[in-house]
């Protein structure tokens, strides 16, 4: 294997793919090193585990709170073994199809090893020197465990160590409401823990969307605290968390979800003359260049939206970048999606950001009891918000609260990438009794509040 390349990217994650593919495409040689295991953090402890874990527990908890008691339904214990076992298998076939196999089609190796900077223009993995004009660092992010009194006395989870459970505790205190910290409290009340979420609950969300899924928590059984833990502490059966308040809350086990800081231990950023901020996020520029011109970084290391399609755009960027080609990743109308039930989702910007942003908006927000389709299943936590300009009445943001509505979003960003008005939506078919009508029937609202028929 030769040691001097075109392009070295440190990582095999979704960034680090994505700027292989794109040096091959280019014609140009480049090598992958990875110092722990093939695929970085979507397939093996990420996305891909925690939606087969919230797809499963999610039939468990269809059963158990079906709408219509007229069909019978029943749900059992949970097979935790044979649960992890089959979320193990899917992890194996997805890394060897999707990474292995992609890199072997795309003719890329990779290399097995601990990659370090010596100096500016040197890289060794594991104190072999490996060469190359430019290289990429797409080494992904870890769990953050904060600075609370008490935390390092006790056997905490995090979301990696949760999804990897063999038993199922009796209950548990979730640590942050974010998105991981609302999919974790969610996925374990659904396969029979006691759950109390403590943190800031789904704080970057639209506050009628977030209460969308605060109601259905409620319903659901898993206690929410929105307020600060300073104190953590041992007892008899688990642990204790103390709030900013002074409430006490226990459980047999602590999961930890309070955000995730870069993974950029011992790469010898200093030497290389690369600059990070306080929590090792590395510091780029619009492509994705570091204050190196030689070494970019792509994917979640540098600090872009923790999303997997975006560590691949920014791995296409970074690559074209480094190898003389410079572009940008245009985020307009990016999406997002917490996989809790129901799904919270938005695309563009909420109503606190377009007013930040110096738009004139004006927002409608459809509930759901206007929603034929939330009607149908007899799902009453249902929601959907749209932002627009109110000069232009161009689309800025779309946010709901569905069964389903990372699908919605698919449409939403188009308009806002697009700049349709709210007028074009209503004016669009949209097929009934899907979630996604909820669009057309919410840029409706703009026109008029009076009701409407079915389709009118």
């Given at each position: 294997?030769?040691?001097?390349?075109?392009?070295?990217?440190?990582?095999?994650?979704?960034?680090?793919?994505?700027?292989?593919?794109?040096?091959?495409?280019?014609?140009?040689?480049?090598?992958?090193?990875?110092?722990?295991?093939?695929?970085?953090?979507?397939?093996?402890?990420?996305?891909?585990?925690?939606?087969?874990?919230?797809?499963?527990?999610?039939?468990?908890?269809?059963?158990?709170?079906?709408?219509?008691?007229?069909?019978?339904?029943?749900?059992?214990?949970?097979?935790?073994?044979?649960?992890?076992?089959?979320?193990?298998?899917?992890?194996?076939?997805?890394?060897?199809?999707?990474?292995?196999?992609?890199?072997?089609?795309?003719?890329?190796?990779?290399?097995?090893?601990?990659?370090?900077?010596?100096?500016?223009?040197?890289?060794?993995?594991?104190?072999?020197?490996?060469?190359?004009?430019?290289?990429?660092?797409a080494t992904g992010v870890a769990p953050a465990i904060p600075d609370v009194p008490g935390i390092d006395e006790v056997d905490y989870l995090t979301s990696t160590t949760a999804m990897e459970q063999q038993s199922l505790p009796e209950s548990m205190v979730v640590l942050g409401g974010g998105y991981v910290g609302l999919e974790q409290a969610q996925l374990f009340a659904h396969v029979g823990v006691r759950v109390t979420l403590v943190g800031r609950f789904a704080p970057h969300t639209e506050p009628e969307i977030a209460g969308v899924l605060r109601s259905a928590f409620a319903e659901e059984g898993i206690a929410v605290i929105e307020e600060r833990g300073v104190a953590v502490s041992k007892t008899d059966d688990g642990v204790?968390?103390?709030?900013?308040?002074?409430?006490?809350?226990?459980?047999?086990?602590?999961?930890?979800?309070?955000?995730?800081?870069?993974?950029?231990?011992?790469?010898?950023?200093?030497?290389?003359?690369?600059?990070?901020?306080?929590?090792?996020?590395?510091?780029?520029?619009?492509?994705?260049?570091?204050?190196?011109?030689?070494?970019?970084?792509?994917?979640?290391?540098?600090?872009?939206?923790?999303?997997?399609?975006?560590?691949?755009?920014?791995?296409?960027?970074?690559?074209?970048?480094?190898?003389?080609?410079?572009?940008?990743?245009?985020?307009?109308?990016?999406?997002?999606?917490?996989?809790?039930?129901?799904?919270?989702?938005?695309?563009?910007?909420?109503?606190?950001?377009?007013?930040?942003?110096?738009?004139?908006?004006?927002?409608?927000?459809?509930?759901?009891?206007?929603?034929?389709?939330?009607?149908?299943?007899?799902?009453?936590?249902?929601?959907?918000?749209?932002?627009?300009?109110?000069?232009?009445?161009?689309?800025?943001?779309?946010?709901?609260?569905?069964?389903?509505?990372?699908?919605?979003?698919?449409?939403?960003?188009?308009?806002?990438?697009?700049?349709?008005?709210?007028?074009?939506?209503?004016?669009?078919?949209?097929?009934?009794?899907?979630?996604?009508?909820?669009?057309?029937?919410?840029?409706?609202?703009?026109?008029?509040?009076?009701?409407?028929?079915?389709?009118?």
């Amino acid at each position: 294997m030769s040691d001097s390349y075109d392009l070295v990217v440190i990582g095999t994650g979704g960034a680090a793919m994505a700027a292989g593919i794109e040096a091959r495409s280019r014609g140009k040689s480049v090598l992958l090193i990875e110092h722990r295991v093939l695929g970085g953090t979507c397939v093996n402890i990420g996305c891909v585990p925690s939606k087969n874990l919230l797809a499963a527990a999610g039939q468990r908890h269809r059963a158990l709170s079906n709408p219509f008691p007229m069909v019978s339904t029943s749900a059992d214990g949970v097979d935790m073994p044979a649960l992890m076992a089959q979320k193990q298998e899917l992890i194996d076939r997805l890394v060897e199809h999707k990474y292995a196999a992609v890199a072997e089609a795309h003719g890329f190796p990779i290399r097995y090893g601990h990659a370090r900077f010596v100096d500016e223009q040197t890289l060794h993995v594991d104190g072999d020197p490996v060469t190359a004009p430019a290289y990429v660092v797409a080494t992904g992010v870890a769990p953050a465990i904060p600075d609370v009194p008490g935390i390092d006395e006790v056997d905490y989870l995090t979301s990696t160590t949760a999804m990897e459970q063999q038993s199922l505790p009796e209950s548990m205190v979730v640590l942050g409401g974010g998105y991981v910290g609302l999919e974790q409290a969610q996925l374990f009340a659904h396969v029979g823990v006691r759950v109390t979420l403590v943190g800031r609950f789904a704080p970057h969300t639209e506050p009628e969307i977030a209460g969308v899924l605060r109601s259905a928590f409620a319903e659901e059984g898993i206690a929410v605290i929105e307020e600060r833990g300073v104190a953590v502490s041992k007892t008899d059966d688990g642990v204790l968390v103390r709030t900013s308040s002074g409430a006490e809350v226990t459980g047999q086990r602590l999961l930890v979800a309070t955000g995730r800081f870069a993974d950029t231990g011992d790469l010898g950023l200093d030497a290389a003359g690369v600059k990070a901020d306080e929590r090792g996020f590395i510091l780029v520029d619009d492509n994705q260049r570091t204050t190196n011109p030689r070494i970019f970084a792509a994917g979640d290391v540098s600090g872009a939206p923790q999303y997997v399609y975006v560590a691949a755009q920014t791995g296409h960027v970074a690559a074209a970048g480094a190898l003389g080609q410079p572009s940008t990743v245009d985020y307009r109308g990016l999406p997002g999606v917490t996989f809790t039930t129901p799904q919270i989702a938005g695309a563009g910007l909420t109503e606190r950001d377009a007013l930040a942003r110096g738009h004139r908006c004006d927002c409608r927000v459809l509930g759901a009891q206007d929603i034929p389709r939330a009607l149908a299943n007899r799902d009453p936590h249902a929601a959907l918000k749209i932002v627009i300009d109110a000069d232009t009445r161009k689309v800025l943001g779309v946010h709901a609260a569905l069964d389903g509505a990372g699908d919605v979003m698919l449409a939403a960003t188009y308009a806002i990438k697009f700049g349709l008005t709210v007028d074009d939506i209503a004016d669009t078919w949209a097929p009934y009794l899907t979630m996604a009508e909820s669009l057309r029937i919410a840029a409706g609202l703009f026109r008029s509040t009076m009701p409407t028929s079915c389709c009118a």
